[in-house]
């Protein structure tokens, strides 16, 4: 079994026994359920550095990233550096983050905040609404054609964006939804984690101007953001570079402050 394939299969049990303590009617009753929400795709529109800044603190790549520095501490840091949306990942087991991460998030900060997680299942997205998420990702690889239109359409009625995330023309070709707002091409293999830059070049011109490109993974300098630039690529998501220095929304200043 791959990594993903890992994962994948954890969810599904991860997300039985959650829908058995916490039924969806229950989550609809959460107070930040009706909260209104920024848009993601909105701001990477209309900023110009783009830049997506993400929590991690760990991978199942890299082990250990930052275990050390506080969420709110990093989240604050990366919106007063610049960040156009903030990138939580709520996945405990194989990347150490948690629900209970997006509501410290939004309590904290004013921007877009996207949740980062392996959505197999509706109710996951109902989750991010009810924890108080802008915007969900949705991955390709993870989902059916017909799971992929659903869960976009699920997510739209909610008032959230939906980044939906490719690695390869096959996912593209079944993501060009009218409930997607972003296309992410992860440069990171979800099967073996390998990075490799050229794949958001590659798929670039396969992405349809109506949709905000955002380049994911192996972004480590400046240099790589402005080529990226120049394939029409408008977002730019961003963690381990950051999360792996002792202060992360200092590192994303001095980045950022790069591209302006």
Same mark, same amino acid.
């Given at each position: 079994?791959?990594?993903? @394939?890992?994962?994948?299969?954890?969810? *599904?049990?991860?997300?039985?026994?959650?829908?058995?303590?916490?039924?969806?009617?229950?989550?609809?009753?959460f107070p930040l359920?009706?909260?209104?929400?920024?848009?993601?795709?909105?701001?990477?529109? %209309?900023?110009?550095?783009?830049?997506?800044?993400?929590?991690?603190?760990?991978?199942?790549?890299?082990?250990?990233?930052? @275990?050390?520095?506080?969420?709110?501490?990093?989240?604050?840091?990366?919106?007063?550096?610049?960040?156009?949306?903030?990138?939580?990942?709520?996945?405990?087991?194989?990347?150490?983050?948690?629900?209970?991460?997006?509501?410290?998030?939004?309590?904290?900060?004013?921007?877009? %905040?996207?949740?980062?997680?392996?959505?197999?299942?509706?109710?996951?997205?109902?989750?991010?609404?009810?924890?108080?998420? @802008?915007?969900?990702?949705?991955?390709?690889?993870?989902?059916?054609?017909?799971? *992929?239109?659903?869960?976009?359409?699920?997510?739209?009625?909610?008032?959230?964006?939906?980044? #939906?995330?490719?690695?390869? #023309?096959?996912?593209?070709?079944?993501?060009?939804?009218?409930?997607?707002?972003?296309?992410?091409?992860?440069?990171?293999?979800?099967?073996?984690?390998?990075?490799?830059?050229?794949?958001s070049k590659k798929?670039?011109?396969?992405?349809?101007?109506?949709?905000?490109?955002?380049?994911?993974?192996?972004?480590? @300098?400046?240099?790589? %953001?402005?080529?990226?630039?120049?394939?029409?690529?408008?977002?730019?998501? %961003?963690?381990?570079?950051?999360?792996?220095?002792?202060?992360?929304?200092?590192?994303?200043?001095?980045?950022?402050?790069?591209?302006?």
């Open positions: 079994m791959t990594i993903l @394939d890992n994962i994948t299969a954890y969810k *599904l049990k991860e997300v039985a026994a959650k829908k058995e303590a916490i039924p969806t009617r229950l989550l609809e009753k359920f009706a909260k209104e929400t920024k848009s993601l795709a909105e701001a990477l529109r %209309i900023s110009t550095t783009g830049i997506i800044a993400e929590h991690k603190r760990r991978s199942p790549s890299k082990s250990v990233i930052n @275990d050390k520095v506080l969420l709110p501490e990093v989240v604050s840091g990366y919106e007063k550096a610049g960040a156009k949306g903030i990138s939580v990942l709520t996945d405990s087991n194989f990347f150490g983050g948690s629900l209970e991460d997006l509501l410290v998030a939004e309590n904290t900060i004013s921007i877009p %905040i996207l949740r980062k997680e392996f959505i197999i299942d509706p109710y996951q997205i109902y989750e991010a609404k009810a924890y108080g998420a @802008d915007a969900i990702l949705l991955i390709a690889a993870c989902l059916s054609a017909e799971e *992929l239109k659903q869960f976009s359409h699920l997510a739209k009625s909610l008032k959230l964006d939906v980044l #939906l995330e490719v690695h390869n #023309l096959e996912e593209l070709q079944k993501s060009l939804l009218p409930n997607v707002d972003m296309i992410g091409v992860n440069n990171r293999n979800l099967k073996n984690f390998k990075v490799n830059i050229e794949i798929l670039s011109k396969e992405i349809p101007s109506d949709f905000v490109k955002i380049s994911e993974s192996g972004i480590s @300098d400046v240099e790589t %953001i402005k080529e990226l630039r120049t394939y029409g690529f408008e977002g730019f998501l %961003i963690g381990e570079n950051f999360m792996k220095t002792e202060n992360p929304g200092e590192t994303a200043k001095q980045f950022i402050e790069k591209l302006r």
